[in-house]
């Protein structure tokens, strides 16, 4: 049955650019919305092809679940799920969810509590672009996954989007905190711990009536192996 450890272990004093209390209840609207189930889609489609195959019973820790949306998408794939996050009230949300393989925790993807090798998978999705050391979380998600064998599942928001550029621009959104990274800058980070697979995915119609067209834009932009997708999917063989 899903749980929650409620012995906080936050040792950064703001592990964070951003306060996820503060859109805890709101968040998961997104996805309700034409435009959000769209983008949720084709960011899934995009990690779909990074999982493993033959998942069922293994062990994936993912950091930065917030409301557990992403968590809930693992654990119908087969895994069991450890989520940690440093937000109390999305915590709080994503427990509403009764997920039966998947448990949550409020801890700081800085400092992991977790033992070396103990997961299979650890993932992170939009999440190193929030995090104050996107370096150390990353050395932390390598040290608690097998070794040889295990994989990291990393999904960002994309620099060179036009997209993620705007919502930049708007001081009073959460993007406005983000730390953005380009195809080349997430290879750099994560290229030193095992073969590296990235590939920029999500390719929208800037126009919302053209919404219906985005998966064949995204194919054909795909196939042609365009940089600028709205969202980065990555993978590291370790």
């Known amino acids: ?30 996805y309700e919305t034409a435009e959000g189930a769209m983008y949720d889609r084709l960011e899934k489609k995009a990690i779909s092809k990074c999982l ?9 820790l993912e950091i930065g679940c917030g409301t557990g949306h992403w968590s809930q998408f693992f654990d119908e794939n087969g895994f069991e799920v450890m989520g940690v996050d440093v937000s109390e009230r999305m915590i709080s949300k994503a427990l509403e969810k009764k997920l039966q393989n998947t448990s949550f925790y409020i801890d700081d993807g800085h400092f992991l509590p ?14 190193l672009e929030f995090v104050r050391d996107a370096e150390l979380v990353v050395r ?86 365009s940089p600028s997708g709205v969202f980065i999917a990555a993978e590291v063989r370790l």
């Not at 040792?11 to 503060?22: E, G, I, L, V, Y």
Request: hydrophobic fraction near 40%; proline fraction near 6%.
């Open 1 to 30: 049955m899903p749980s929650v450890n409620t012995n906080l272990r936050i040792k950064t004093k703001k592990p964070t650019r951003f306060d996820f209390n503060s859109v805890a209840d709101t968040y998961d609207k997104w």
């Open 52 to 60: 493993l195959r033959n998942v069922q019973g293994r062990k994936l």
């Open 114 to 127: 977790f033992k070396d090798g103990v997961f299979d998978v650890t993932a992170a999705m939009v999440t």
């Open 140 to 225: 932390e998600m390598v040290r608690c996954t097998r070794k040889p064998g295990g994989q990291l599942l990393i999904g960002v928001l994309n620099m060179l989007a036009r997209l993620n550029r705007k919502r930049q621009q708007s001081p009073e959104s959460l993007y406005a905190k983000t730390g953005l990274f380009s195809p080349k800058q997430l290879k750099q980070l994560l290229g030193p711990y095992g073969r590296t697979h990235i590939a920029a995915a999500l390719f929208v119609p800037g126009q919302k009536w053209l919404l219906p067209l985005a998966p064949l834009t995204d194919l054909i932009c795909r196939l042609l192996h």
